[in-house]
Nanobody, 123 residues
């Protein structure tokens, strides 16, 4: 069973950067991704990384966020630059053997999610 442990959230001023980390264990050849959710709004898929290295981004973060992985550390990252208050949300990592693997359509099953980490961007 896949296990995910996130870290790296926090508070930052507008224009700043943060890097989220997610240690992924228990399975391989996964589609991995990052989602975010603002209270009262639907969860948004923002970035995915397929096991073959293919990446996908939501338009809302394209050019500012980068998804990557360190295979030696079994860790998925989300580098977030040029943050704005609109990026304030709870961020979740997820990993599953499902298709398609793209930011708009990745639907991990229950039990394939991290616990979430809060990102707050102040103006």
């Amino acid at each position: 069973q896949v296990r995910l442990l996130e870290s790296g959230g926090g508070s930052v001023q507008s224009g700043g950067s943060l890097r989220l980390s997610c240690v992924v264990s228990g399975d391989s050849r996964l589609c991995m991704g990052w989602f975010r959710q603002i209270p009262g709004k639907e969860r948004e898929g923002i970035a995915t990384l397929d096991f073959d290295g293919t990446t996908s981004y939501a338009d809302s973060v394209k050019g500012r966020f980068t998804i990557s992985e360190d295979l030696a550390k079994n860790t998925l990252y989300l580098q977030m630059n040029s943050l704005t208050p609109e990026d304030t949300a709870m961020y979740y990592c997820a990993a599953d053997r499902t298709a398609p693997c793209d930011a708009g359509n990745f639907e991990p099953r229950q039990g394939h999610w991290g616990q979430g980490t809060q990102v707050t961007v102040s103006s």
